[in-house]
């Protein structure tokens, strides 16, 4: 339940409160819901808040100021209990982990329960009926112990994630760019009250200070990503890089990554998968400019578990790089691959035209080559088994494309001269793509390599 209220000041505003908005941005008024509040160093309240209908990457703390207070869509008792939750989360670390009371705790309240079986009440034995009555008392107040229990952990679960909701970090410096993060990241608190944090940009080690950073940078002797250099054409790398033997590397790219991947979990367990790094090489250098990360071992054939290309780098191609460079893997591993799913609707929109790319290129291909004439003919299973992708996603693309028809018992690939015209111009724009002969590279068999680890 909620009330529609006019505040004379914030002070009445609580979390889930919502209310008209200005974004900073564009100096627009938008409806907005208060996910959390503090106190700014000179005491004044600050309120953090999400826009109906737009990214997590617009949402900003702001002050009075910003805020419409003349119609406030007050929430219910819940939301004020969230607020002392939030503030009591927010001031432990950011990523702690919420759990059940410590077991000296549930020990104690072990031995002030009576046992069932030989107990005695002022020296007189329990009869059958009323230990039956002691055992349903006891039930009930174990029941409703844990009701009070399971709500209590609801609600910091809540709480925890409602932090996690807001960003942490101010800014972060790599290399030569300054880039303001888009999300959360569980970086170390202490780290996270700094106006910047430096990171190496060859081996991701995070500072709170330029002076720091420059003293660690005058000890490293990395120029690249840890890990092996498995392709390069002109000043573009890939690096592979196993999440097991470079552990702490993989691990700070996770945290990186996770500044700018809202749906990203981070799990510092990377040992069951592999990193492979794109960099741009210059005199000083191999930068990092995005990376994509895959299971070892994946039942499903997933050949990209994760993908991101770093702020000061997108719009340039390098993310449809990226992907053509998994399914380029998977080709060399004889098998077909899709992503992980679902697909965040970014990430839905790059593997949607890139499919679209790779499957209109092969049709194309193939009627160019085809004798005058005579009409080229292929099967779904052709074209998964010469672009690596799999089945589902070719037939999803080509029904988006509006090149299947259903026509006599039987699917049939109808390419239009305007989709061949629509390709061209496509290709015309694309400059970044995989050369294969480029790639030094073989595939492994994980699954004995685990296999040995476990054994021994």
């Not at 031995?111 to 009323?130: F, M």
């Not at 960099?279 to 997933?302: A, L, N, P, Q, W």
């Not at 239009?416 to 073989?442: F, G, N, Y």
Request: one cysteine or more.
């Amino acid at each position: 339940m909620s009330s529609i209220v006019k505040c004379q000041s914030s002070a009445s505003l609580l979390v889930g409160s919502r209310l008209k908005a200005r974004m900073r941005t564009t100096g627009k008024w938008h409806m907005a819901e208060i996910v959390g509040i503090k106190e700014s160093d000179e005491g004044q309240r600050q309120f953090y808040v999400h826009y109906d209908g737009c990214n997590k990457r617009l949402d900003d703390w702001l002050s009075q100021d910003d805020l419409d207070l003349s119609c406030v869509r007050i929430a219910a008792r819940e939301s004020q209990q969230s607020t002392t939750l939030v503030s009591a989360a927010l001031s432990q670390r950011p990523a702690s982990v919420i759990g059940p009371s410590s077991t000296t705790e549930g020990k104690q309240q072990q031995e002030d329960q009576p046992e069932t079986g030989a107990s005695t009440s002022k020296g007189w034995a329990r009869g059958p009926k009323q230990l039956k009555i002691v055992e349903k008392i006891d039930s009930a107040a174990v029941a409703a112990q844990g009701r009070s229990k399971l709500l209590e952990l609801r609600q910091l679960k809540r709480a925890n994630n409602i932090v996690a909701c807001i960003k942490n970090v101010k800014m972060i410096e790599l290399g030569r760019y300054r880039i303001a993060p888009w999300y959360f990241s569980p970086y170390p608190e202490q780290l996270c009250h700094e106006d910047c944090i430096y990171l190496c940009e060859f081996c991701l080690k995070y500072c709170k200070s330029r002076l720091c950073l420059g003293r660690h940078l005058s000890k490293c002797t990395l120029k690249h990503p840890p890990g092996s250099e498995i392709y390069r054409k002109d000043s573009i790398s890939f690096f592979e890089i196993d999440g097991r033997q470079n552990k702490l590397y993989a691990q700070n790219l996770c945290l990186l990554a996770k500044l700018f991947l809202d749906h990203k979990m981070v799990d510092f367990d990377t040992d069951p998968f592999l990193f492979y790094v794109l960099t741009e090489f210059d005199s000083r250098g191999f930068h990092i400019v995005g990376y994509f990360s895959k299971e070892k071992i994946s039942v499903e054939d997933y050949n990209l578990a994760c993908v991101l290309t770093l702020p000061p780098y997108q719009r340039k191609g390098y993310g449809k790089l990226l992907i053509e460079f998994s399914y380029e893997l998977s080709k060399y591993e004889g098998k077909t691959g899709t992503p992980e799913k679902p697909l965040s609707d970014l990430g839905l929109l790059s593997y949607r035209s890139f499919w679209a790319r790779a499957i209109l290129e092969l049709l194309v291909k193939q009627n160019q080559s085809a004798a005058e004439g005579v009409r080229p003919s292929t099967s779904i299973n052709d074209i998964c088994e010469q672009t690596a992708i799999k089945k589902d996603d070719v037939i999803y693309t080509l029904k988006w494309l509006n090149l299947l028809t259903y026509c006599r018992g039987q699917h049939i690939v109808c390419i239009s001269q305007d989709a061949i015209d629509q390709h061209r111009v496509a290709m015309e724009k694309c400059k970044l793509r995989v050369d294969p002969t480029r790639l030094q590279w073989s595939p492994k068999d994980w699954s004995k390599r685990m296999n040995r680890v476990l054994e021994r």
